[in-house]
């Protein structure tokens, strides 16, 4: 097994009220990340703010000797093709060897945040990840909400992850959203996925 740090100092850690880092910043903080060894930079959500363009402009220029800069966003929206998506096309106009693409895994975001079917959001994610894969992309998928997700709709929640497997995600993330699951119930969800979806 190995194991890759993957930092989202660059978007997440800039969401506190207070927080504001320039594109000087931001590439300042790359070059620290990418001497400590991490795998992996998400440098934003571009298309969300004319700095994260700009730091995306910036940061193809610096020879990195660890880090991979990852693109972060969302799946196309509902009833539309990923190559029809604005953010879709912001991500592959970050032109970063690497894309995060967020996903909802809980059927309750589903249904009261995108307000869709289970089978659209279920689309959404593979054509998203299938759409970028086809541009040589290394595609991460995000499973936003996953833990909450899981204890709702067990079966849909692996639904959503066979979904990103089939569009071609070459890594998967579980994500402890709002970080309100037990360690025990992270090994139970972990270890259901795994047995699920050996290799």
């Not at 930079?41 to 363009?53: F, H, L, R, V, Y």
């Not at 220029?61 to 799946?75: E, Q, V």
């Not at 975001?109 to 998203?128: K, W």
């Not at 970080?179 to 270890?191: H, K, M, N, Q, T």
Request: with cysteine.
């Amino acid at each position: 097994m190995q194991v890759a740090i993957y930092d989202t100092t660059l978007r997440d850690g800039t969401q506190r009220e207070g927080i504001s880092l320039s594109v000087a910043d931001k590439l300042r903080v790359t070059e620290l990340l990418d001497n400590l060894g991490v795998a992996y930079i998400e440098g934003g959500w571009p298309g969300s703010n004319p700095k994260d363009a700009a730091y995306f402009e910036a940061v193809r220029d610096k020879a990195l000797k660890h880090a991979r800069i990852a693109a972060f966003g969302a799946t196309c929206r509902k009833d539309t093709r990923p190559e029809d998506d604005p953010n879709i096309a912001a991500l592959v106009d970050a032109h970063t060897p690497v894309v995060t693409v967020v996903g909802k895994t809980s059927m309750l975001h589903v249904t009261e945040v995108l307000q869709t079917t289970p089978e659209e959001n279920l689309r959404m994610i593979r054509d998203s990840l299938r759409y970028l894969k086809s541009l040589g992309k290394e595609v991460i998928y995000d499973a936003e909400h996953f833990f909450d997700g899981v204890k709702l709709d067990l079966e849909y929640a692996m639904d959503t992850i066979r979904a990103a497997l089939d569009g071609g995600a070459d890594i998967v993330v579980l994500c402890d959203t709002n970080g309100g699951s037990l360690p025990w119930e992270v090994v139970r969800y972990v270890s259901a996925v795994r047995e699920a979806f050996p290799g």
